[in-house]
């Protein structure tokens, strides 16, 4: 049973940093094949940052230089790193696991679509 649990999200100034994390179970997590995404009322659902099993990175140009993603295999852990949060970025972020499709097009929703296996998300709030 694969679960995925977000957390470090919260309230922070803009210029600030918050780093999420994304603790996986029931899989092997030596490879994975995961992404970050973000949903905001009124906004297109935005892929932040994924990696696949090769460790090939992709991230939205709207973070460039901004956020990082790190794992920690030991705690089957996928870390994002968020530097100079600005108010555009406050949203509620998800983690997913496991890619199934390619990128499906612009939608308000995020999860669901792409990866098979999700989480329940955490809010980020910059001010």
């Known amino acids: 049973h694969v679960q995925l649990v977000e957390s470090g999200g919260g309230p922070v100034q803009a210029g600030g940093s918050l780093r999420l994390s994304c603790t996986a179970s029931?899989?092997?997590?030596?490879?994975?094949?995961m992404a970050w995404y973000r949903e905001s009322p009124g906004n297109d659902c935005e892929m932040v940052w994924s990696i696949t099993r090769d460790g090939i990175t992709r991230y939205s140009d709207s973070v460039k230089g901004r956020f990082t993603i790190s794992q920690d295999n030991a705690n089957n852990t996928l870390y994002l790193q968020m530097n100079d949060l600005k108010t555009g970025d406050t949203a509620v972020y998800y983690c997913a696991s496991e890619l199934y499709s390619p990128w499906i097009g612009s939608r308000p929703k995020c999860r669901g679509y792409e990866y098979k296996y999700w989480g329940q998300g955490t809010q980020v709030t910059v001010s």
């Open positions: 029931g899989f092997t997590f030596d490879r994975p094949d």
